[in-house]
C-alpha cells in the first residue's frame, strides 16, 4: 500500500503538469474532431508467458484479471485501449508485476477529466481430483510442482508401512490453502511437524491414527496449523505427538486426543464443539501440565478428560452448555476442576480420583442424570464442592470419595435422585446437609462418615432401603419418611431416632446393629401395624448391649425376625405395645437367635399366627404372657437352653418341634394340644442325653402325631398319659433310652422296666 501511495503522489505531479500543458493548447484545438471529455480505459488484457490471454473486466473503474492459483502474470504482454486519445499513468507497456495490485489514472484529452483504475488479480482454485495420497518425498515434491491449492478430499501422507523414500519434508505444498477432507498421517512419515502447510485456512479434519487404531510414527511430531480458523474431527492417537497448535479455530466438529508425551496444547481461540471432546484414554499421559481453553463455551457431545497424570491446571470457566456427559478421571495433580458458567447439562457428571483437587465447583448446574464423585485408592484433597443450584439428579448418586479435609457437604436444593444414592468415606465430615431431599428411587446407603453426631433427612418421603452405618451418630431425623422397603441402622452411639409420627404402616424391614447407646426403640403411636421384618442385631459382634425395650405397634402382620445379643443376665423386653392391654399379636414369625446369653424374656407377645423359631445356647428362653402359637422349633445342633419357660401357652396349631438337645427343661403347664406333630427329635450324631422324663408335658389332651427319637436318657413317657387314650395318629419312638409301642403306651406302660 505504501508503494501505491508513492505512485499516486508521482503520478498526480506528473498529471498536473500534463494538465497544465494541455490546457494551454486548448485554443489550437478548437477544430479537433473529438470532444476530449472521456478518461476510459475500454479493455485490457494480459497474455502469459504459455501465450494465454487473460482479459480483464471492468466494473467501476476496477480491472480485475482473474486466473488460476498456479499461472503466473509476471512479464506478462499487455494490450488495452482508451477512449478519445486520454492518457494514461503509468504506460501499462512498462509494467512487468502483473502478479501485484497496481493503480493506473487517466486524463482527458481535453485536460478536464481525470480518473483512477485499480488492477486487482484474483486467483482461482486449482483443485486436485478427489483424494490424494503421497508415500514418498518424490511424490510429494512432484506433487508440489503443481502448485494446487485445493484438494477436493482427503490429503494422505506417508503409508502404514516403511518405505525406501520417506517424506522428510512438506514445504513443496505452501501452495495449499484448503483441504475439503481430512489431513492424515501415516506412520511412515518422518518430517516431524507441518511446515509447508501453514496456508492451510480450511481444514475438513486431521486425523493421526483412529479412534481405536494408535499410528506407530517412530518420529516425535509437532503439529501447528496457525492459519486454520475452522475444522472437523480432530482425532490423534499416537504417542508421537508432542505439540497440537491451532491457535486460530474457533470450531470443530470433534476433538479426540490420545498421546503418553503431548506436552503443549494451544486451542486458545476454540469456543465450539459440535461432537466430542476428549483429551487421554487409558493410557497415562506424563508431560501435559496445562489443558487451557479459555473461550471454550459450548461441547455438543461428551467432555472427557482422563489419564493426564502431571496436569495441574485447565480453564473451561466459560463453558455453558455440555450436551452428553462430563468426566474428569484420574488426574493425579489437578489443582482444582471448576466450571463456574455450566448451566446447559443434564448428562452423567463423573468426578474420579482427582487427588490433588482442592476445589469442585460446579455452582450453575441445575440436573444431572447420574452424579459420581469417588476416589478411594488415596486420600484427596478436596476441601470444598460447590452443587448449590443441584436439584435434581434423574439416575444413581454415588460420593464415595476420602476427603480428610472436607469438613462440610452440602446440596442445599437437591431434590429428587431417581437412583440409588451413596454416601462413603467422609471420615471427618462434620455437617452433612440434605435438607430438601424428598424421594429417591433406589437404596440410600450411608457409611463409614465416622464423626458425625447429627443427621437428618428432614422431607425424605419416599425411598426404598435405607442403610446407614455412622458410628459417631447420636442423633438421627427421619421425621417425614412415609414410604420405603427395609432400613439396616449400624449406629454405635444412636440415641435418639426420630421416625414420621403419622406414620401407620411400617412396610419393610427394619435391622439394628451396635446400637450400644440406646435403652429404648419406640415406634411412633400412630403405627397400626408392622408389615415386615424386624431384626435387632445381628451377631456378638454387632451387638445392642443397652436395648432393653422395643415400643412396638399392636399388630405385625408379617414376618418378624428378632436378633438379640444381650449383656449376659439382663432381660429384655422386646415388645410393648401402645395398646392398654400392652401385648402384641404378631401374624407371622419370631426368630431369635441370640449367643451366650443368661436369661431372655420377651414380653408383651400373646399370640405368634406363624412360627417361633428359637436357636441360643441362652440359661433360659421365657416369654411369659404368650398364649398362642401356630408353631415351635426350638433348638439346633450347637444351640440350647437350660430353661424354655412359656406359662400361658396353651395350644400350638401346628408342629411342636424341640431339635438335637434343644432345652433341658420345660415350663408349660398350661399346653393343652398340639394340632401338628410333637416332635422330640436329636440325631444319630447330636443324640440328646439330657431329657429323662416328660413331665414338663402333663397338661395335653391332644396331640396329631409323635416322633421322639435318640432321646439317650429318656425313660420316662408318663407325661403323655392324658393326651395317649385319644390319640389316633402316627407314633415314632426309637433310638431313645425306652421306646415304647402306641400299644404298651394304651396300656399305661410308660416307663422303661
Known sequence: MNTI???LISWSLVLLGCAFALSSCSDDDEDSPYAGTDAHITFLS??????????????????????????????????????????????????????????FRLISYNGQVIENYTYVIERKEVPSDGSVTLTTQAELDAFGEKQINVIEGNLVIGSAGAVDDPIMNLKPLSSLTKVKGNLILLSSYEGGNLVGLENVKELGGMMIGTQDNMATITTDVNLSLPAVKQIGDIIINSNSVKTLQLPSITSASRISV?????????????????GDFSFGYSSKNQALEKLLCPNLKEVAGNFTLQYLSTLTTVDFTSVESIGGSCSYSNLDKLTAVEMPQLSNFS??????????????????????????????????????????????????????????????????????????????NLLNVETLSLPELAETGGNITFSTINILKTFSLP?????????????????????????????TLSLNNLKELTLPESLEDFTGSLTLNNLNSMEELRFPESVKTFNGTLTIGSNTNNA????????????????????????AGTAVTVFESAEADGLVTMQNDLTYSGDRTDDIVITGIKAINGRLSLSSKANSFVLPELQTLASLSLGTSSAYVSWFK?????????????????????????????????????????PNGELTNLDAFQALTKVGKVEITYNTALTDFSGLANMIGSFTGTWTVNNNAYNPTLAEMKDGKYTKP
Open 46 to 103: 494480459l497474455t502469459a508467458a504459455d501465450g494465454t490471454v487473460y482479459p480483464a473486466s471492468i466494473i467501476d473503474n476496477t480491472l480485475t484479471v482473474s486466473v488460476p492459483a498456479n499461472v503466473s502474470l509476471s512479464g506478462a504482454k499487455v494490450s488495452y485501449g482508451l477512449c478519445e486519445q486520454a492518457s494514461i499513468v503509468p504506460d501499462p507497456a512498462k509494467v512487468t508485476d502483473w502478479d501485484e495490485e497496481q493503480l
Open 646 to 686: 412359656a406359662p400361658k401357652l396353651e395350644t400350638v396349631t401346628g408342629d411342636f418341634a424341640i431339635n438335637y438337645m434343644g432345652a433341658r427343661n420345660y415350663d408349660l403347664p398350661g399346653l393343652k394340644e398340639i394340632g401338628g406333630s410333637f416332635k422330640l427329635a436329636a440325631s444319630r450324631y447330636y
Open 544 to 567: 445392642c448391649k443397652t436395648l432393653k425395650k422395643v415400643y412396638g405397634p399392636s399388630e405385625y402382620t408379617k414376618a418378624v425376625r428378632v436378633t438379640l445379643s444381650t449383656v
Open 5 to 7: 501511495k508513492n505512485k
Open 459 to 487: 422431607k425424605l418421603v419416599t425411598t426404598k432401603v435405607v442403610n446407614i452405618t455412622m458410628p459417631g451418630l447420636e442423633s438421627l431425623d427421619l421425621s417425614s419418611l412415609s414410604s420405603f422397603t427395609g432400613m
Open 347 to 424: 448428562g452423567n457428571l463423573t468426578l474420579t480420583n482427582l487427588y490433588k483437587a482442592e476445589k469442585v465447583n460446579f455452582p450453575k448446574i441445575t440436573s444431572v442424570n447420574t452424579f459420581s464423585a469417588t476416589g478411594t485408592m488415596q486420600d484427596c484433597a478436596t476441601k470444598s464442592y460447590d452443587f448449590s443450584l443441584l436439584g435434581q439428579v434423574s439416575g444413581a448418586f454415588t460420593f464415595n470419595t476420602k476427603v480428610p479435609d472436607l469438613e462440610t457437604l452440602s446440596f442445599p436444593v437437591l431434590k429428587t435422585i431417581g437412583g440409588a444414592v451413596t454416601f462413603q
Open 258 to 274: 490420545c498421546s503418553t508425551n503431548l506436552k503443549e496444547v494451544d486451542l486458545s481461540s476454540l469456543a465450539h464443539c459440535s
